[in-house]
């Protein structure tokens, strides 16, 4: 039960930490409520998700105290013109008009068939250059799950919920502003799905091998 309590602390920390490089990673924050609404246990969810939320806003806290001192906004450059921030640069950076998913609702589905295909290093869409192996990797997971033990099966569906969170606010970002599509703001799951590719059975690939690959 202690082990319990460490991890979700640790998980709360170093995901205020990561709010706090970049406001993309708001997306893990996300992700890990989510987490903690499905897997805690019902008769301590309310104590594990106010553990999460408050140690991970105290970690951020900084920062936007920072802002609203320097800027008198604590979210700048979002939120009111404050600072070097004006109409024309909002304007600029949220670009509805042009956001991918208001072009076409398919773009929800294919998102990450976009990014992988279309995007290039340097460009505005995508902004990066990202390997092919997570799309063809990833779905034979439907075909072998079948030869996953059940451990296996339970951690993939642990990933699988904390990256629907990540991948809902990539959605929203992407309906906002072109920049939201972006996978460079989102390196940092990238771990993750490396590893839920290297789950596809016939590799026989076991969970130290995945760890020892992300390392």
Known sequence: VQEKWRWLLVAAIFTGLAMSVKYTLVSVGIAGVLYVL??????SLLKSLLLFVVVAALVLAPWLVRNWVFYGNPVYPFGPYTGEWDALKSQWYVTQDQALLNRSPIGWVLLPFSVTMLAIEGGEFGSATITPLFILLIPFLMMTWGRLSQDRRDILKRMAVFMFGVYVFWM????????????????????????????????????????????
């Open 172 to 215: 929203y970002s992407s309906t906002v502003s072109i920049h939201g599509t972006q996978t460079r703001l989102y390196y940092s799951i990238f771990p993750l799905l490396a590893l839920i590719a290297a789950f596809i059975g016939p590799l026989g690939t076991t969970i130290s091998d995945c760890s020892r690959i992300v390392v």
């Open 38 to 43: 499905v897997f805690a246990e019902r008769k």
